[in-house]
């Protein structure tokens, strides 16, 4: 997704922009840019489409020490509005090459607007952002922040811009509605970026801006207005534990961070769960408890909805408790039946995603109960919710999610033995899950070691252009996250089908160029199973089998992945290693950038 990152400093020059946008290439984009302006009205503009590389080959790299002040911008795109152009590049001018705007987010009337300015200005691009520009120049009125407020009162959001006058180069006026926002100082500048993660080595704290918040950043100062009153604002401090991003001996992030599970899991048990009296030691989910919850809607997108969908599997199996989940972006246009005896949880890895943001927010406005589960500190959903639990899962930093998802299945779980707990979950059986879930990290180090034949399988397998994943019941959230994994990586085709569904109708696709994952663990509708694939096989499909290690029943395959022997609850974890790696081998057979799936970004921060 887009990002910004600016600064007014009198230090340093082009060379940190472009680290600062190496450092965020993981968000996705199409095109980036460096400008700055100065005090003595000098000026710098470079662009450049497709990667940073492209961007840095080009620039100036003297890295000089000025002696005023100057604001200094970086921005990468991620085509929303308009083709992968240079014209449709920011910053965005105004037509007389006055004001310039950089833009995150989308402007939902740009249309009309564009409509009406069309009458006195040009335009140039494709992009809903050009309109800010020729908006600002519409309105200036002598003063910035005057011009600025009646900007956007005229907007329907989302936004962060920030605006620069080349009249007035010691300026910077920023505004945020949706899209997230941090300044901080740091040396003499004043600097602000749009995502938390940037701030890593460069700030010790920072203040976190709210929407409808303005900024002014004057030479190496700034004041944030609220209703166009100064305010102050409190600073947070950087956690001693703050992570750079880093890929220690691994090719790709993506691999490192699959790595990284088992101790993943760990920390999201750590301190929730009493291992010597197997019991769960957690105030949140306490407190949850004493709550008189009759159902639960977990709201959430991508691979975190997944996660989601075997929460709503286990829920579904033993609690009792009427659960619904739903895509956030679906949700957010439903009709809305608020329920105050329905606990509402919002499960996102970034706590950035605008659809689920939304969601929580339309929840909370007609006070529901609504609960968080998150990766990212200070991210907008972890500053929202009324209850939460952390991942502590450490930043995770490329497209695809992996990791994350781990964690998220960790925290369901507890949440969901701590509410049967309440109801009728047998205090043994329950003591004989949370034993069991404690072998998992060992259990996924053991994975990890299988990796060359998970290798040689992707060897043999990206042949293929089109995959079945299939699955029954509780496994439906696993092999939906493994497809989705599969096709965000390789670009290949893959559906993902209730192995009692095929023959009413995917049977019809049946060739043995079509091969088909069957994932069917031991567990009590693994007979059932058996029998539709046999029904598959002895149409001469190809089946590469996931189950449980030593299972003797299971004759009939072309190759096997065995996942450990576990609690049939916790099934669901155990195909996940052996098929992201299986996916990110055919990747990487097929040439792909893992790291950096094709049209995809990390936070969706638009809708
Ligand atoms: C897939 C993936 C996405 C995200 C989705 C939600 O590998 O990464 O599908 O899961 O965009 O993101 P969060 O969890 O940040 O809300």
Request: net charge negative; charged share 25%; glycine share 2%.
């Amino acid at each position: 997704m887009c990002w910004i990152f600016a600064y007014n400093w009198k230090g340093n020059s082009i060379p940190l922009l472009i680290d600062w946008l190496r450092n965020l290439e993981y968000r996705g984009y199409d095109s980036a840019w460096v400008f700055w302006v100065n005090t003595s009205w000098k000026f710098y503009l470079e662009k450049s489409i497709w990667k940073v590389s492209n961007l840095a080959s080009k620039v100036d790299h003297s890295n000089s020490k000025n002696t005023i002040y100057t604001n200094w911008i970086a921005h990468t795109r991620w085509a929303t509005h308009g083709k992968v152009t240079l014209e449709n590049t920011h910053p965005h001018t105004s037509n007389n090459d006055r004001f310039y705007i950089v833009h995150n987010g989308i402007i939902e009337n740009y249309v009309e607007l564009k409509e009406e300015l069309s009458k006195k200005y040009s335009f140039y691009s494709e992009t809903d952002s050009e309109v800010i520009a020729k908006l600002v120049d519409d309105l200036y009125d002598w003063d910035i922040k005057n011009t600025l407020e009646r900007l956007i009162k005229k907007l329907i959001w989302a936004y962060a811009i920030v605006l620069i006058d080349k009249e007035h180069p010691d300026t910077m006026v920023w505004a945020k509605l949706g899209s997230p926002m941090i300044v901080w100082l740091w040396k003499d500048g004043v600097f602000l970026s749009s995502d938390i993660n940037a701030i890593n080595n460069v700030a010790d704290e920072f203040t976190i801006l709210e929407d409808n918040e303005t900024v002014i950043v004057e030479n190496g100062k700034y004041n944030v207005y609220s209703l166009w009153e100064i305010i102050n604002k409190q600073t947070e401090k950087i956690a001693d534990d703050f992570e750079i991003a880093d890929k220690w001996d691994f090719e790709t992030f993506t691999e490192k961070e699959i790595h990284e599970v088992p101790n993943v899991l760990i920390n999201a048990l750590k301190g929730r769960i009493n291992f010597e009296n197997k019991t769960i030691t957690n105030e949140t989910l306490e407190e949850l408890n004493t709550y008189d919850i009759d159902s639960i809607e977990i709201i959430a997108s991508g691979s975190s909805y997944f996660a989601g969908v075997v929460w709503w599997g286990w829920f579904k199996e033993l609690a009792g408790i009427k659960t619904e989940i739903k895509i956030s972006s679906e949700f957010l246009y439903e009709k809305f039946l608020p329920s105050t005896s329905t606990l509402y949880i919002f499960i996102s890895q970034s706590g950035e995603t605008a659809d689920v943001r939304e969601s929580l927010k339309m929840v909370q406005q007609k006070w529901c109960l609504t609960f968080w589960i998150v990766n990212v500190v200070w991210s907008t959903i972890a500053r929202m919710a009324d209850m939460w639990l952390y991942s502590h899962s450490w930043i995770e930093v490329w497209v695809a999610s992996t990791k994350n998802i781990v964690w998220q299945l960790a925290v369901l779980l507890l949440i969901a033995i701590s509410m049967w707990n309440k109801r009728d979950l047998q205090n043994f059986e329950a003591k004989h899950l949370i034993e069991k879930i404690w072998e998992l990290p060992n259990l996924f180090k053991e994975q990890l070691k299988n990796k060359e034949h998970y290798k040689s399988l992707a060897k043999k397998y990206s042949k293929y252009d089109n995959f079945f994943y299939l699955w029954r019941n509780l496994m439906y959230g696993t092999a939906a996250e493994c497809s989705l994994k599969l096709k965000e990586l390789s670009y290949l085709h893959a559906e993902c089908y209730s192995t009692w569904e095929l023959k009413h109708w995917p049977l019809a696709l049946i060739t043995p160029d079509f091969p088909c994952i069957a994932i069917n663990p031991k567990w009590k509708l693994r007979d059932k199973t058996i029998s539709n694939i046999k029904e598959i096989w002895a149409r001469n499909w190809t089946i590469l089998w996931v189950i449980t290690q030593g299972d003797t029943l299971i004759d009939i395959y072309d190759d096997i992945i065995e996942i450990p022997d576990s609690h049939e609850l916790l099934n669901p974890f155990l195909p996940l290693i052996p098929l992201w790696i299986f996916s990110v081998e055919i990747a990487k057979e097929l040439g792909k950038d893992i790291d950096k799936p094709q049209n995809l970004a990390k936070s969706v921060t638009v809708e």
